[in-house]
């Protein structure tokens, strides 16, 4: 290898900001000289996070806007986009990937190491629940499943190009070695913990907070539900799909704030009572910036959070997705809550934070062979 190596990320979207979009920018942190390529972006919404930032979309870019806001719509491009990235001038290649950048093709030669947030949810264990939301019709939907099921012959099929895996998880290790027959190590993402003197400046202005993407898995639905039932505060940040229909769902007792900026989201955090995450994710960074704050979480036992959450320590469980099982542990939070230690939870979100993911990833790109 040569002494000084040319590094290239590849990121599959960047047209929002979300957990994905923050571990691709701690990775610009560590190679600033690396491009960035990506299948579309949204330079209106992600270029104050990028300044300076060489960020080299795909042909895709190239189609009118009513289209590229639409890129479900692009599904049988996308293999292309991402196969047409030329990266022959480049030693390593990182990925950041939860669909398609981890399909690029590369030298022979090339080390290409994939930071992987999940195997493709849409063509494994979301892929009924993606066409259902859809709502295509019978025939569309046919021709649909049949797309899915080409896509995820080809997505088994690149994952082969992958040189080494990192994954955010247990349970995204998990799904690698089972849809990819693929080893992976895990180095948790990077999250944003507030400092010693803010979380010190905490308090509890009596709400629970929920900070997520609107969108049907994450389950909002059901906490509003199980809220509305309590007629205990809560206050929704977030943006999504299912906004309009959570406004209507909420009762007065339930705040739907839409998105708000980094300040204004600590602001809610610093100030909850406890924080609510109702659906499966395969990691999940917002429980964890939670607890940066010292707050006691509530999350659905399944995915990332089994890892995060550490019972009765740093929050709790439920185990059926319904209101009154969510309900029923909103209660057993509150029966708790003079039982939790804020500063026991701090320092367990301190095992996720931005500089051990600078350090574990760093130290994993030295033995696979980088040269700085």
């Known amino acids: 290898m040569n002494v000084y190596m040319k590094v290239a990320l590849v990121h599959d979207y960047l047209i929002r900001m979300g957990g994905a979009e923050r571990v691709l920018l701690e990775l610009r942190n560590l190679f600033p000289e690396a491009p960035i390529y990506t299948l579309l972006y949204d330079k209106e919404k992600m ?20 289209l590229r806001n639409r890129h479900k719509h692009l599904l049988p491009l996308l293999p292309i986009a991402a196969e047409s990235f030329d990266l022959r001038d480049f030693d390593l290649v990182i990925s950041s990937s939860s669909a398609f950048a981890k399909s690029i093709i590369t030298r022979p030669d090339t080390i290409h190491v994939c930071y992987c947030h999940s195997p493709s949810r849409f063509l494994w264990d979301w892929n009924h629940e993606y066409i259902r939301d859809m709502h295509l019709g019978f025939v569309r939907s046919a021709l649909a499943k049949i797309l899915v099921n080409y896509l995820r012959i080809w997505d088994k099929s690149s994952s082969k190009r992958v040189d080494y895996w990192i994954a955010n998880s247990r349970a995204t290790r998990d799904k690698i070695e089972k849809y990819y027959r693929q080893d992976a190590r895990i180095i948790y993402p990077p999250v944003k913990l507030p400092s ?3 979380f010190l400046e905490a308090q509890n ?34 943006q999504g799909p299912q906004y309009q229909k959570l406004l209507k769902l909420a009762a007065p007792n339930i705040h739907i704030l839409g998105w708000k ?40 036992r399944a995915g990332g959070a089994c890892e995060t959450v550490l019972e009765g320590a740093t929050g709790e469980f439920f185990d059926d997705a319904t209101p009154e099982v969510l309900a029923d542990g909103v209660r057993r939070l509150r029966d ?37």
């Open 47 to 66: 270029g104050k996070y990028l300044e300076g930032a060489d960020v080299r979309a795909s042909f895709l870019e190239k189609f009118p806007k009513f």
């Open 196 to 198: 010693f003197n803010e």
């Open 205 to 238: 202005e009596n709400y629970f907070l929920i900070i997520s993407q609107l969108t049907p898995y994450k389950k909002i639905d059901l906490a509003v539900e199980a809220f509305n039932k309590l007629k205990l505060p809560l206050v929704v940040i977030g």
């Open 261 to 300: 900026g980094e300040k204004e989201k600590n602001m809610y955090l610093k100030n909850c009572t406890a924080f609510i995450f109702a659906g499966e994710d395969d990691f999940g960074m917002a429980p964890v910036e939670a607890m940066g704050w010292g707050k006691p979480v509530l999350a659905f």
């Open 336 to 372: 708790n809550l003079l039982n939790y230690s804020p500063l026991v939870i701090r320092k367990w979100a301190e095992k996720f934070s931005e500089e051990k993911f600078r350090q574990e990833i760093m130290d994993f790109m030295k033995k696979v062979g980088y040269n700085s």
